[in-house]
C-alpha cells in the first residue's frame, strides 16, 4: 500500500482518544501490524488496510455511544503472486527475509518505545492516584473537627453524604493506585521482556 491508513490507536474519533493524545498524533497512531512474509516463488504485497468495525457500538447494545475498545480493529488485503520460475529465487527469499527483519526489528523497537512511554504514564497515575488518596483522607478526618459538629439535622445530612462520597473517592483512588495500577505495570513490563527476548533471538540468528 502507500502506508496510509491502519492508525488504530489514539484515533479523533475514538471515545477514548483523550485531548493530549489528539494533539500529538492527530491522525492516530499505528501500533497494531498484521506481519506478513512469502514463501517460496510467491510475492505478496498489501493493497490495502483498512479499519474495519463501525465508529460506535449499536446503541442496541450500549446505552451510551462509545468505540468498541481504545484500539480499533485492523484489516488488510493482501495481493498474492505466483512467480513462475524454474526453480526458486534465492536471492530475491533472502532479500524478502532481509527487509522483514527489518521491518519487524524496526515494528519492535516502536513498541517498547510505546511501553516505556506507557509505563511512565503508569508511575505518574499511580503518584496522582495516591496523593489524591491522601488528600481526600485528610478532607475525611477534618470532617470531625467541630466545626462539623451541629445539632442542625440538615448540616449532619450534608456532612453524611459528604463524608460518604470521600470514603467512596478513597478507595477507587487508592485502588487505583495499588492494585490496578500494578496489574497494568506487570502486564507492560510483560509485553516489554517479550519484544525485547524477540529481538535478542533476532540478533543471536544474524551472528
Same mark, same amino acid.
Given at each position: 500500500?502507500?502506508?496510509?491508513?491502519? /492508525?488504530?490507536?489514539?484515533?479523533? @474519533?475514538?471515545? @477514548?482518544?483523550?485531548?493530549? &493524545?489528539?494533539? /500529538?498524533?492527530? =491522525?492516530?497512531?499505528?501500533?497494531?501490524?498484521?506481519?506478513?512474509?512469502?514463501?517460496?516463488? =510467491?510475492?505478496? %504485497?498489501? %493493497?490495502?488496510? *483498512?479499519?474495519?468495525?463501525?465508529?460506535?457500538?449499536?446503541? $442496541?447494545? #450500549?446505552? *451510551? /455511544?462509545? %468505540? @468498541? %475498545?481504545?484500539? +480499533?480493529?485492523?484489516?488488510?488485503?493482501?495481493?498474492? &503472486?505466483?512467480?513462475? /520460475?524454474?526453480?526458486?529465487?534465492?536471492?530475491?527469499? !533472502?532479500?524478502?527475509?532481509?527487509?522483514?527483519?527489518?521491518?519487524?526489528?524496526?515494528?519492535?523497537?516502536?513498541?517498547?518505545?510505546?511501553?516505556?512511554?506507557?509505563?511512565?504514564?503508569?508511575?505518574?497515575?499511580?503518584?496522582?492516584?495516591?496523593? $489524591?488518596?491522601?488528600?481526600?483522607?485528610?478532607?475525611?478526618?477534618?470532617?470531625?473537627?467541630?466545626?462539623?459538629?451541629?445539632?442542625?439535622?440538615?448540616?449532619?445530612?450534608? !456532612?453524611? !453524604?459528604?463524608?460518604?462520597?470521600?470514603?467512596?473517592? $478513597?478507595?477507587? #483512588?487508592?485502588? =487505583?493506585?495499588?492494585?490496578?495500577?500494578?496489574? +497494568?505495570?506487570?502486564?507492560?513490563?510483560?509485553?516489554?521482556?517479550?519484544?525485547?527476548?524477540?529481538?535478542? +533471538?533476532?540478533?543471536?540468528?544474524?551472528?
Amino acid at each position: 500500500g502507500d502506508g496510509k491508513g491502519g /492508525e488504530t490507536n489514539a484515533t479523533p @474519533y475514538n471515545t @477514548y482518544t483523550t485531548a493530549q &493524545e489528539k494533539l /500529538e498524533s492527530p =491522525m492516530g497512531k499505528r501500533i497494531d501490524y498484521i506481519l506478513y512474509t512469502a514463501g517460496p516463488n =510467491m510475492r505478496v %504485497s498489501s %493493497s490495502e488496510c *483498512k479499519l474495519p468495525l463501525p465508529r460506535r457500538i449499536p446503541t $442496541s447494545l #450500549s446505552s *451510551k /455511544e462509545v %468505540s @468498541y %475498545s481504545d484500539h +480499533e480493529g485492523v484489516c488488510a488485503t493482501l495481493r498474492i &503472486e505466483d512467480v513462475k /520460475e524454474q526453480g526458486p529465487d534465492v536471492r530475491n527469499l !533472502v532479500r524478502q527475509k532481509s527487509s522483514f527483519c527489518q521491518d519487524r526489528h524496526r515494528c519492535v523497537k516502536s513498541s517498547i518505545e510505546l511501553i516505556d512511554k506507557a509505563l511512565v504514564a503508569a508511575n505518574f497515575d499511580r503518584l496522582f492516584y495516591l496523593g $489524591s488518596f491522601f488528600v481526600l483522607l485528610l478532607l475525611f478526618v477534618a470532617s470531625f473537627t467541630e466545626y462539623f459538629l451541629t445539632e442542625s439535622f440538615i448540616i449532619d445530612s450534608i !456532612v453524611f !453524604v459528604y463524608r460518604f462520597i470521600l470514603t467512596l473517592c $478513597s478507595i477507587y #483512588s487508592l485502588f =487505583m493506585g495499588t492494585i490496578f495500577n500494578r496489574k +497494568e505495570k506487570n502486564a507492560l513490563l510483560g509485553s516489554k521482556a517479550t519484544l525485547q527476548l524477540i529481538i535478542s +533471538e533476532a540478533k543471536y540468528k544474524s551472528l
